[in-house]
Each structure stands twice: as structure tokens, then as C-alpha cells.
């Protein structure tokens, strides 16, 4: 593939099908498919294992060359030394999916030299299809997007179920599930800052971070710096997805509590 035009449409396809079939084993809020935790508080089920081969297998085909890192499939290193990679989370809202909640998405990007190139995020219970290729803007639905754009910190929307007292100034909308399709709502204006204080992999942001970077949002991690993936440790501590004139006040706000509990993390839960 290289030289040649990216892949998007054969990708976008890839993507929904997958997502397609997630919806059928979703079953409309009803799925009773096969469940665990791989580790106590995160849970798995047959439909993210489901979802992962398939993706491999249509992903693959289309760039035999991208390596692979996904939540779903044991890592190697071998894709360190190669010049694409894809990074998949085949259920981001594992959570929402099992409980017939709809804030769940299938999240793949193609990323090259640290950088996502394509990003795709299919969320069928919502009738959501976010798209974004680098430099060429983000959609959804079909519709060019443009992040929030607020200059004013009180009263802006955080996707949140519940806010800290520190954060009372500011105001609670939709929290879906997965992580993507809140930074995701920053890209469409339907938040004005997604800002997170824990550990998170590379799959869980790798395409909303594309999404809402070509809207026009400023993206980087709670300190921030610059997001960089196929990392050797696919881990990162804290995302920052705000209206650009609102980034400089939300590290600020962020910033202590942020030091705090990095300080007290060892890693992701």
C-alpha cells in the first residue's frame, strides 16, 4: 500500500460490518451472549472475541502488511517494526453492550509513524457512523463536523453521569459507555470537553482522537502533551478532547488532581 491511495471505503465497509454484526448479537438490548471479567471490574464477552476475528481477518485482507494491536488479541512485538498498524477495540462499552445499553461503537484506526491516518467508529444502536481521514475533516453521517468551539469555562458540558465538587461549575450531558463516542461528542459540538484521569490504551482513543482532532478540537493527553500510538507500551495516562480556547483552562483544572492520582496509579485497573 504504500504510494498508494488509502484504503478509506474498503476500510468504512470492513468497519460496518463488523458493527452490523455486533448489533445482531446485541439482539436490541437483549444479547445473552457469553460473559466474563478478565480481570475483576473489566468485563469481556463473546461478541468483542467475535468482533476481533472478524476484523482481523477484513482488515487484513485489505493491508496484509499493518500489524495488529487490539484490546481483544494478545500483543507482540512485532508490530513495533512495522510502518502501519491497525489499533481496534472491536466493543468500546463493553459495559453498555452487555447491559442493552446503545453507548457502545466499534473503534478501528490505521495509524503510521505514531500518527492515526484513517479512523473509523460505528455505533448501529445509535445510527451513528463517525469517519475521519488525516487532513481531510471528520464525519457523521455523512455530515463535515465541527468541534465545539466555546470560549467560556463555566457552564461548559462535560459527558459525565455525576461531577466532582471541583467540577460543579461546569455541566453534565450524555456519558455513554466507551470513551470514543464521548470524545467523539466534542468532534459534533455535543460536548465542549472530555477530559479523563486514569490509565487508557492506545485502542480505546486511537480513532475518536482522529475524529475530533480533524473537527477541529484540540487533542492531547491531561497534561497536555502530544498523543503518540503503536507505542512499545500502548498505555497512557489521562485524554484532554476540549474546544481549543478551553484547553489551557481545563489542564489547569485538571492538572493537580490529575499529578495525584498518576502518583497512586501504577497502571490501567
Request: glycine share 8%.
Amino acid at each position: 500500500m504504500p504510494g498508494a491511495e488509502l484504503p478509506v471505503r474498503a476500510i468504512v465497509s470492513a468497519v460496518a460490518d463488523a458493527a452490523d454484526h455486533g448489533l445482531t448479537l446485541w439482539a436490541n438490548g437483549e444479547t445473552r451472549v457469553r460473559q466474563w471479567e478478565k480481570v475483576p471490574g473489566h468485563p469481556v464477552c463473546e461478541a468483542d472475541l467475535a468482533l476481533d476475528a472478524m476484523l482481523r481477518e477484513s482488515l487484513t485482507a485489505i493491508d496484509p502488511t499493518a500489524g495488529w494491536l487490539s484490546e481483544e488479541t494478545a500483543d507482540t512485538v512485532h508490530r513495533l517494526g512495522l510502518s502501519r498498524v491497525w489499533v481496534v477495540d472491536p466493543i468500546d462499552g463493553t459495559r453498555d453492550f452487555i447491559r442493552g445499553r446503545s453507548g457502545w461503537a466499534v473503534s478501528v484506526a490505521l495509524v503510521s509513524s505514531g500518527r492515526s491516518l484513517i479512523a473509523c467508529l460505528e455505533s448501529p444502536p445509535r445510527a451513528e457512523s463517525w469517519h475521519a481521514t488525516a487532513g481531510r475533516g471528520a464525519t457523521l453521517n455523512g455530515v463535515r463536523l465541527q468541534a465545539s468551539t466555546r470560549t467560556e469555562w463555566e457552564g461548559a458540558r462535560v459527558p459525565a453521569a455525576d461531577l466532582a465538587k471541583a467540577d460543579k461549575v461546569l455541566t453534565a450531558v450524555e456519558q455513554p459507555n466507551g470513551i470514543a463516542l464521548r470524545a467523539a461528542m466534542v468532534a459534533a459540538n455535543q460536548a465542549d470537553i472530555l477530559a479523563t484521569m486514569r490509565w487508557g490504551y492506545e485502542w480505546d482513543i486511537a480513532a475518536a482522537t482522529l475524529i475530533a482532532r480533524e473537527a477541529g478540537a484540540a487533542v492531547s493527553d491531561i497534561f497536555g502533551q502530544p498523543l503518540g500510538y503503536n507505542k512499545r507500551d500502548p498505555r497512557s495516562f489521562g485524554l484532554l478532547v476540549c474546544a481549543p480556547r478551553l484547553q489551557a483552562a481545563a489542564i489547569e483544572h485538571f492538572g493537580e488532581r490529575a499529578r495525584e492520582r498518576l502518583g497512586k496509579a501504577s497502571g490501567p485497573e
